[in-house]
């Protein structure tokens, strides 16, 4: 590692974005990240990567019927034991002080919800399985709610917290709950291994088809009746794999149906986008349901009922087959059936939808020019306001007065904020679960922008290593994003984080080139079948403009860093743009488009950037397929790839470096056998980022 001076106590305090910023508009121009003033070099003690996997992770904000309390869970890592466990944490809005940590964590709790009888209900395993069980409102005397012999993966509260539905994993054709766990038993005890399939998913994400989905259950919340089956019938996971939560389901009002997302699985789930809305012919598990958004087949997802019940209000993409496509916004009219769209001339991505109190406003997330705000749509006249300034809002809760909501930004994870309904009334932050952020130095983010491909505005983050010092030159890590659809906005990453390169004594250079979301809809739409050239155009413009604008870049003297999509960029890179960057980091890249499109499990993600099927379309396969320009690779690469990676398949990693040792260039390859597209177990982070930083030492020179 580069050498770092650091001290017992630090000088500076990394100022939290937005708690000091007036909200802005969408479509505003580039913020100045502003910070808290960097120590002097020889004084300063850096934020490391060993400092950010040992941090704590707060989130999942839940705040009480009366308004009163908020339950949150703060995840902390045990780097030696390579484990992380989770705890409940309650708060007193009305007078935020210290915060509580819950008694019923000594048998395990997560999932905290509020019921509207006042009660907390929670995930524990204390009894040898995920169940449901239920507190009092400070947390005090856990009870059992339900006793399943299956995990409960998932769980919602009926209106009157009278009923739970559950989602449980279950084999589609067995009559009962007993047929699962014994056949699964069977499978176990069999000696012989032999996995057979009719039809895929063979695998998806990190995990082999078991012949089991994900299904709702109804069981009453007093202990009483057999838990039903309402799901009976359907052909497809509630909530969705693998990342699926209880906001893909949701109780009707009167608390007599289940509206549920799913998308039918049959022979076309690996390429088809189609999820529906079903609604339950009540909660009997007679296998009948109605399809409430049949005549859209793209996704649909997201039900959320007015505080009146006449109104659903749901998010819904247009096209089939774009997973990356613009999240609507649409009203059902419960009595008639009648849909419209609210606020159609908004040009960002809607997230998770929540209605205000009196039912005359829903509130969203979106991303938002490299931010991703909270904010406030009239329902009536689809006007949309900002209600956050800069930062990442990751979660949120309505208060009666205001909100609570989680923001994190480049240089600080997750806290809670309060904020009222004023709309320039700045956010006030009341928690602190990582105190000894206060005592080190961040480098200073600064967001920009510039001309583009086709002349067209693209912002990017260049970030000050800490410690900066005017007139010295810097290493830089030009990291790229994954995705594509995605961003390197003003947000925290666990696994990307680019406040750990500044605290190594790099600075960092992050381009939202074109395929990034949060700038309309068209600028994410502009990199589907066009990987290779819109985007590198971008990061060569951007680089460019960068090294032109902040002379402390020492642009002969960086390396080029990505994951996924990211990681396919650094090979192209490595074939189409070679010498700009002493070496290069493939994390989970894709080497042959050609070969991934045979090879990936979500197939809708590879038919639609690539223009069809491989079959159909082998053109748009070749066309920026790195594969084809390995002759012309000549830097320095690290290749790391997961082993469970079924989305971008171990394959891939082992022909990246095949090519880079046939071609007799230098290069490492670290395979994780236990991780999958991210790296998640302590241990493991840390073996990572010591070959990352590592890689970067090796080959970069300090800062003169």
């Given amino acids: 590692m580069r050498p770092l001076t650091r001290l017992l106590t630090g000088l500076s305090a990394a100022a939290l974005l937005g708690s000091a910023a007036l909200p802005a508009l969408a479509g505003t121009p580039p913020v100045a990240v502003a910070e808290a003033p960097v120590a002097a070099a020889a004084e300063i003690n850096a934020f490391t990567w060993e400092d950010m996997i040992a941090l704590n992770r707060l989130g999942d904000p839940q705040v009480s019927p009366d308004g009163r309390w908020v339950v949150y869970s703060v995840t902390t890592t045990d780097v030696a034991a390579?484990?992380?466990?989770?705890?409940?944490?309650?708060?007193?809005?009305?007078?935020?002080?210290?915060?509580?940590?819950?008694?019923?964590?000594?048998?395990?709790?997560?999932?905290?919800?509020?019921?509207?009888?006042?009660?907390?209900?929670?995930?524990?395993?204390?009894?040898?399985?995920?169940?449901?069980?239920?507190?009092?409102?400070?947390?005090?005397?856990?009870?059992?709610?339900?006793?399943?012999?299956?995990?409960?993966?998932?769980?919602?509260?009926?209106?009157?917290?009278?009923?739970?539905?559950?989602?449980?994993?279950?084999?589609?054709?067995?009559?009962?709950?007993?047929?699962?766990?014994?056949?699964?038993?069977?499978?176990?005890?069999?000696?012989?291994?032999?996995?057979?399939?009719?039809r895929m998913f063979v695998r998806h994400w990190?995990?082999?088809?078991?012949?089991?989905?994900?299904?709702?259950?109804?069981?009453?919340?007093?202990?009483?009746?057999?838990?039903?089956?309402?799901?009976?019938?359907?052909?497809?996971?509630?909530?969705?794999?693998?990342?699926?939560?209880?906001?893909?389901?949701?109780?009707?009002?009167?608390?007599?149906?289940?509206?549920?997302?799913?998308?039918?699985?049959?022979?076309?789930?690996?390429?088809?986008?189609?999820?529906?809305?079903?609604?339950?012919?009540?909660?009997?598990?007679?296998?009948?349901?109605?399809?409430?958004?049949?005549?859209?087949?793209?996704?649909?997802?997201?039900?959320v009922f007015s505080p009146d019940g006449r109104t659903m209000a749901y998010r819904a993409m247009a096209r089939p087959g774009f997973e990356a496509d613009k999240y609507a916004i649409f009203l059902r009219d419960m009595a008639t059936g009648q849909v419209r769209q609210i606020a159609a001339d908004w040009d960002r991505s809607a997230d998770t939808l929540q209605w205000s109190r009196d039912g005359r406003t829903l509130y969203t997330t979106a991303g938002d020019v490299g931010q991703t705000r909270l904010f406030a749509i009239d329902v009536a006249r689809g006007a949309v306001v900002p209600v956050t300034g800069p930062g990442h809002v990751s979660a949120f809760q309505q208060t009666p007065s205001g909100f609570v909501f989680a923001q994190d930004t480049l240089t600080r994870p997750s806290e809670l904020f309060v904020k009222t309904f004023r709309g320039r009334e700045m956010p006030r932050r009341i928690t602190d679960v990582n105190p000894s952020l206060d005592a080190e130095t961040f480098g200073e983010p600064e967001q920009f922008s510039f001309p583009g491909w086709n002349g067209e505005t693209v912002y990017a983050y260049v970030i000050k290593p800490a410690g900066y010092v005017e007139g010295r030159q810097y290493p830089v890590a030009f990291i790229v994003h994954g995705g594509p659809q995605s961003s390197f906005g003003n947000a925290w990453s666990w696994r990307w984080n680019a406040s750990t390169y500044a605290g190594a004594g790099y600075a960092v250079v992050m381009i939202d080139f074109h395929g990034s979301t949060g700038y309309g809809q068209a600028f994410t739409d502009s990199i589907s079948q066009h990987w290779g050239d819109r985007p590198l155009e971008d990061l060569q413009k951007g680089w460019a403009f960068a090294r032109e604008r902040y002379p402390f870049l020492d642009g002969d003297n960086a390396c080029a860093l990505g994951a996924s999509y990211g990681g396919y960029m650094i090979n192209w890179i490595a074939g189409n743009w070679p010498g700009a960057f002493k070496c290069l980091v493939n994390h989970d890249g894709?080497?042959?488009?050609?070969?991934?499109?045979?090879?990936?499990?979500?197939?809708?993600?590879?038919?639609?950037?690539?223009?069809?099927?491989?079959?159909?379309?082998?053109?748009?396969?070749?066309?920026?397929?790195?594969?084809?320009?390995?002759?012309?690779?000549?830097?320095?690469?690290?290749?790391?790839?997961?082993?469970?990676?079924?989305?971008?398949?171990?394959?891939?990693?082992?022909?990246?470096?095949?090519?880079?040792?046939?071609?007799?260039?230098?290069?490492?390859?670290?395979?994780?056998p236990n991780e999958n597209h991210w790296v998640l177990k302590p241990a493991n982070s840390r073996q990572w980022h010591s070959e990352v930083f590592g890689w970067l030492d090796r080959y970069l020179s300090p800062a003169e």
Wanted: charged share 20%; with cysteine.
């Fill in 82 to 198: 390579n484990r992380r466990s989770g705890a409940l944490y309650m708060m007193d809005l009305n007078a935020p002080g210290e915060p509580v940590r819950l008694a019923i964590n000594e048998g395990g709790a997560n999932t905290g919800r509020w019921g509207s009888d006042g009660h907390l209900y929670f995930l524990s395993g204390r009894s040898g399985s995920s169940q449901v069980w239920r507190a009092a409102a400070d947390g005090t005397g856990p009870v059992q709610v339900t006793n399943l012999p299956l995990d409960v993966n998932a769980y919602r509260l009926s209106p009157d917290a009278s009923k739970v539905a559950v989602s449980l994993a279950v084999f589609p054709d067995c009559p009962d709950l007993a047929c699962t766990v014994d056949r699964t038993r069977a499978i176990a005890d069999d000696p012989a291994t032999g996995q057979v399939y009719d």
């Fill in 206 to 303: 990190d995990t082999w088809a078991d012949g089991t989905q994900n299904h709702l259950f109804v069981v009453n919340a007093d202990g009483t009746g057999a838990p039903v089956m309402v799901t009976r019938g359907f052909d497809g996971d509630t909530p969705s794999k693998p990342f699926g939560d209880e906001s893909e389901f949701v109780f009707a009002p009167d608390g007599q149906s289940i509206v549920f997302s799913s998308r039918v699985a049959g022979r076309s789930e690996p390429w088809s986008t189609n999820f529906d809305l079903f609604r339950t012919n009540g909660l009997s598990g007679d296998g009948s349901f109605e399809n409430l958004t049949d005549a859209n087949d793209a996704w649909d997802t997201g039900p």
């Fill in 590 to 672: 894709i080497f042959d488009t050609f070969g991934m499109g045979y090879a990936t499990e979500e197939l809708w993600f590879t038919e639609w950037e690539n223009g069809g099927t491989p079959y159909d379309n082998p053109r748009g396969y070749q066309e920026f397929n790195p594969a084809n320009h390995v002759l012309n690779w000549r830097d320095p690469m690290l290749v790391i790839q997961g082993d469970l990676d079924f989305r971008v398949p171990t394959t891939q990693a082992l022909s990246t470096f095949t090519a880079l040792q046939r071609r007799g260039i230098e290069s490492r390859l670290v395979v994780f």
